[in-house]
């Protein structure tokens, strides 16, 4: 359903759909934090859930083999803001690392709108941004459409600038964005921001409402039916198990093709599809310089997406079970709703245009699936702070990785506690595993830190 746009409360994350975000009733919790430089600041901490009972801890037996959750029947789960809502929290650590990667494709994008038609300058044009989150990613993006489009058609054509996201996204914070002095609004006339919060593997507007969607770093977040369990890492795409490996590829296809098969039902005939999916690794024919000077140095082992934040979050994580601070069940039973495919898995539901249901769907694609990887912000920023203020802040750098990537794991490992532990329990555990985190990396060398972000991108069209 698509609503006009009105203040509201939604999710944070790239990214993006995290698992298990579900709006209800507002409370909120004082805790400390830190700021990027390392210095202890008070923030809110919201909750939001159907009931606001304290936890027992139980003990459950241990399950190791890859098992599917269905969500239908179960407890909801309670999702909490870490961030005051409206502080732009997502723009400034997450945001800063996916919007390298949408800035490196903006002339992707720009080199494609012609493609789609545009049957009258005083019709209407819907630009549909998925995942969007604050909307601060893709401003600049959908400011450079809109003059692209203002100055083929003409200023009387309607543009309408459709934002999803999750429904309990940070909203207050995308408003702000959209409405900023930075804004497209403040340059053009004719442009219509509205938002849908429809989770997108489900039908966000009607067939045949847009002309062109983006979704920038979101798809490798899974629905809820597609969790897979992995006892032996937080991350699914780095499990060691086989049987774990194939449960979360074919989730990961499912989940694929049907937001493919959802978005062609929602494009106009001759509409344009964009897509940039956070890859396992680059490939051979990767162009490290693709659309940027920057370049990744000093890597001399696998060329694997952000090996060594996620290598490392593992090892806090066992860290906390080596320590007895968490249980073996805890310790098996934290994975995130995340799936990083290869190219060819991007590939895959186009492949067959006799049996492909994306395919019968009218959905081809024009260009891609191409691979490029974007340059690590928070290495940057620690390049910056060494040369010119002389000083090696590898703190810092950690920290930063950690503002960022928990908006990615929060909610996760919250939602692995929330049945053993209260609140508060949950709450220093966490803190504890991101200490360990920073400890950990702070002791590494930045300049050989697998940090980078690697992305596939692709555009397709609906042409029936």
């Not at 870490?82 to 996916?98: A, K």
Request: aromatic content about 10%; proline content about 3%; some cysteine.
């Amino acid at each position: 359903m698509v609503m006009t746009v009105i203040p509201r409360l939604v999710n944070a994350a790239a990214v993006s759909h995290l698992s298990c975000l579900h709006l209800a009733s507002l409370s909120s919790l004082q805790s400390r934090r830190w700021t990027s430089d390392g210095l202890a600041m008070k923030t809110v901490r919201r909750g939001m859930s159907e009931t606001a009972t304290d936890v027992k801890r139980t003990s459950d037996g241990v399950g190791t083999s890859a098992t599917r959750r269905g969500m239908s029947g179960d407890k909801k789960h309670s999702f909490q803001y870490f961030w005051q809502p409206g502080s732009g929290y997502y723009g400034e650590s997450l945001g800063r690392v996916s919007k390298v990667a949408t800035d490196i494709c903006e002339n992707f994008v720009l080199s494609h709108i012609d493609a789609v038609p545009v049957p009258s300058p005083t019709g209407v044009f819907t630009i549909g941004d998925y995942g969007t989150c604050d909307g601060s990613v893709s401003l600049q993006l959908i400011h450079k459409i809109i003059d692209h489009l203002r100055n083929k058609h003409g200023p009387d054509l309607k543009i309408q600038v459709l934002y999803e996201d999750h429904p309990s996204s940070d909203y207050n914070s995308l408003f702000k964005t959209i409405y900023g002095q930075t804004s497209y609004l403040s340059k053009f006339n004719n442009v219509f921001p509205i938002v849908c919060g429809t989770n997108f593997y489900k039908q966000c507007v009607p067939d045949n409402t847009c002309d062109v969607i983006i979704s920038f770093i979101g798809v490798h977040f899974l629905s809820e039916e597609s969790y897979v369990r992995c006892s032996n890492t937080i991350f699914p795409w780095r499990s060691t198990s086989e049987e774990e490996m194939r449960a979360h590829r074919e989730a990961a296809a499912r989940d694929w093709r049907k937001f493919l098969l959802l978005r062609a039902a929602e494009l106009k005939q001759g509409g344009l599809l964009f897509v940039t999916q956070l890859l396992t690794e680059l490939g051979d024919n990767t162009s490290q310089s693709r659309d940027t000077n920057s370049s990744v140095t000093n890597i001399t082992d696998t060329i694997e997406n952000g090996k060594d934040i996620y290598r490392n979050l593992d090892l806090a994580w066992n860290d906390l079970h080596t320590n007895g601070v968490i249980t073996t069940e805890e310790f098996q039973s934290c994975t995130t709703l995340q799936a990083y495919r290869t190219l060819q898995e991007l590939k895959d539901p186009f492949e067959d245009a006799a049996m492909s249901p994306v395919r019968q769907a009218g959905l081809r694609i024009l260009k891609g699936p191409e691979d490029f990887f974007s340059p690590c912000f928070m290495k940057t920023l620690w390049r910056e702070k060494l040369q010119t203020d002389g000083v090696d802040d590898r703190k810092m750098f950690a920290r930063r990785l950690v503002q960022a990537y928990r908006l990615v794991l929060d909610a996760t490992l919250r939602n692995t506690l929330e049945k053993t532990r209260t609140a508060e329990e949950q709450s220093d555990i966490m803190d504890q595993l991101y200490e360990c985190f920073v400890e950990r990396v702070a002791a590494c060398n930045p300049e050989t830190f697998q940090s980078e972000p690697y992305v596939g991108r692709l555009v397709a069209q609906k042409l029936k």
